[in-house]
């Protein structure tokens, strides 16, 4: 006990003992410091459990919406990236210190026309100041205003009674509206997709007297010069293309529900609404204006790869000879034959159709490249490499392991698919060769335990042929992504304006898309080439033709290119 005693501080009660209890106090104030530290140290730790914790509810939240999403197949979290304007880049030659890349000033000097030039002399001079020359300030203005003319033709009359009458100029003979204004109107409408009640409006305002029937005449009637040359753009383009693009949209008219189908590729486009997206309909679209039936040499292999009765295919006889040009004398030829099948008649209806289409000249084989809709399987079909991912990108992976299979054949994907891009760069028969072996490697693969997977492995294998187009020709795009940029400008219009009521307008409307998307790929203003047309001066040359030079020097460079590095004679195809 007094060992005890002896050892446990007890606070001094002498008063003169200070020193004594000074160190007392100190002794007690630091064990109180050591079990405040003790105390704060078990806070903290139980803090960062905590948060932890936390930590870990919040991935399984968002694990948990992420499915959710998924289920409901909603769209995900924006990824917005950081900005990139305070990052610090090199800079590239002939740019100011401190500027992002492209945003160095460029002169304007070498493209600008003076068109008016007004001497501006000093408010007061000195008597006795010498003319020191020009300060040139240039500035660039507009001039929007109404400009009405009024032609007074000259009328005589001669001896026997006969009238002379003094002739408009060729570009006014087109009715009461000059070419700058039609060719402002149009170029409003489909260009900048200005609405018509909008349009109208705003030529009221320039002092324009014109009613909402004229402006609809002005946009979709008597442009048949217009049709015509679209026609020939689809004509000249599949004659003259080793491959096309193809998709569809929705697209009302009349207040019902239709389609738009557009067919191009990187010199031309070409759109067609109609009431239907099947096969036959997409054929039809490709034979442009006239309906041909033809039972060919494309026609037949066509039938053969259908599952056509044996009765019917005995009827029918192969040549090519044009059997039908209209829908109801095809519908008459086909009862001749006793062909009365609903099924029956679809298939043979689209190998004719088919057989119509080559029989207009069209460059075979003809590659056609879509985002894997059966109405375009038709012909040397290619699929998009972006729409077969999707396959993937939908499985969701009951488990971790299945999840991780999903991401680690993406990654294959998309390894694979960059191996495909180089190749375009500088294809070479090795390159070929090696590019097949590993497409069979990378989606032979086989996962246990996870079904829909191999289902998704197994459809890249059945389609190998399509997705491998660009190993025998590799101008052929991996992606549809230009069908699709032609496509949107109808999801834009149909968001704008709602849709078509007569057939003019809708007709007008997939003209003048065509023609204005045309002109971008040419590289044509299609301001001017309004102009052109509208004034029938010939400044702005045929689009057909100009297909037809763009079509010959790249089959030249394709040519040159195919010969290097495949070591081939030119006369030779793959």
């Known amino acids: 006990m007094s060992s005890s005693n002896e050892s446990a501080p007890t606070k001094p009660t002498a008063p003169a003992d200070g020193v004594v209890s000074w160190q007392w106090l100190v002794r007690e104030q630091q064990e109180t410091i050591q079990a405040l530290r003790q105390t704060i ?95 040139d300030y240039d500035v660039q203005e507009l001039k929007i205003e109404r400009h009405n003319i009024r032609f007074r033709l000259a009328e005589y009359v001669s001896e026997d009674g006969t009238t002379i009458v003094g002739q408009l100029p060729t570009e006014y003979r087109n009715g009461h509206y000059g070419p700058l204004l039609l060719g402002y109107v149009l170029y409003q409408h489909y260009q900048c997709r200005v609405p018509q009640p909008i349009l109208h409006e705003h030529l009221q305002e320039w002092g324009i007297e014109i009613s909402r029937g004229q402006l609809s005449n002005i946009l979709s009637e008597n442009k048949e010069k217009f049709h015509a040359e679209q026609q020939q753009v689809l004509r000249v383009g599949l004659e003259t293309a080793e ?38 309909n997409f054929l039809e679209i490709l034979q442009g204006g006239a309906v041909r039936y033809v039972l060919n040499e494309y026609a037949q292999p066509y039938l053969e790869s259908q599952p056509l009765a044996a009765k019917y295919r005995e009827q029918l006889t192969f040549s090519d000879a044009l059997l039908a040009e209209q829908t109801l004398a095809w519908q008459t030829y086909l009862l001749e034959k006793g062909i009365v099948s609903v099924k029956a008649i679809q298939m043979i209806s689209e190998a004719a159709l088919l057989g119509g289409v080559m029989s207009e000249g069209i460059n075979a084989p003809l590659r056609i490249l879509s985002d894997g809709a059966g109405q375009f399987n038709v012909l040397c079909h290619g699929l998009c490499w972006v729409h077969a991912e999707r396959g993937l990108r939908r499985l969701q992976g009951d488990t971790p392991q299945q999840r991780q299979n999903i991401a680690e054949m993406q990654d294959l994907l998309w390894q694979y698919y960059r191996q495909l891009q180089q190749y375009q760069q500088t294809p070479t028969s090795l390159g070929k060769t090696d590019l097949g072996q590993a497409f069979d490697q990378v989606f032979g693969r086989c996962y246990l335990h996870h079904g829909s997977l191999n289902i998704v492995l197994t459809w890249f294998r059945t389609h190998k042929g399509e997705l491998l187009q660009v190993l025998d020709y590799p101008q052929f795009p991996l992606h549809n992504n230009a069908a699709e940029t032609d496509i949107r400008e109808y999801v834009t219009r149909r968001k704008i304006s709602g849709g078509t009521r007569s057939e003019a307008g809708r007709r007008a409307s997939d003209t003048f898309v065509g023609l204005k998307k045309t002109c971008r790929k040419l590289g044509v203003s299609f301001w001017q080439y309004l102009l052109s047309r509208l004034r029938t001066d010939r400044q702005i040359p045929l689009l057909p033709d100009v297909i037809r030079a763009k079509a010959a020097a790249a089959l030249q460079v394709f040519a040159a290119t195919r010969n290097v590095f495949f070591e081939v004679p030119a006369t030779s195809g793959f």
Request: with cysteine; aromatic share 6%; charged share 35%.
């Open 41 to 135: 140290q078990a806070q903290q730790q139980t803090i960062d459990k905590m948060e932890r914790q936390l930590k870990q509810q919040q991935e399984r939240i968002e694990q948990l919406e992420a499915e959710l999403r998924e289920q409901k197949k909603l769209k995900g979290k924006p990824k917005i990236r950081p900005s990139q304007l305070n990052t610090s880049k090199p800079n590239l030659e002939g740019e100011d210190e401190g500027k992002r890349p492209g945003a160095a000033k460029v002169s304007k000097k070498l493209s600008f026309e003076i068109d008016e030039e007004r001497i501006i002399q000093p408010d007061e001079i000195p008597a006795r100041a010498k003319f020191n020359g020009y300060r």
């Open 243 to 280: 491959y096309i693009h193809t998709d569809d949209t929705g697209a009302r008219h009349q207040g019902k529900n239709g389609y738009c189908t557009v067919i191009g590729n990187e010199w031309f486009s070409y759109f067609k609404s109609s009431g239907s997206k099947s096969r036959q």
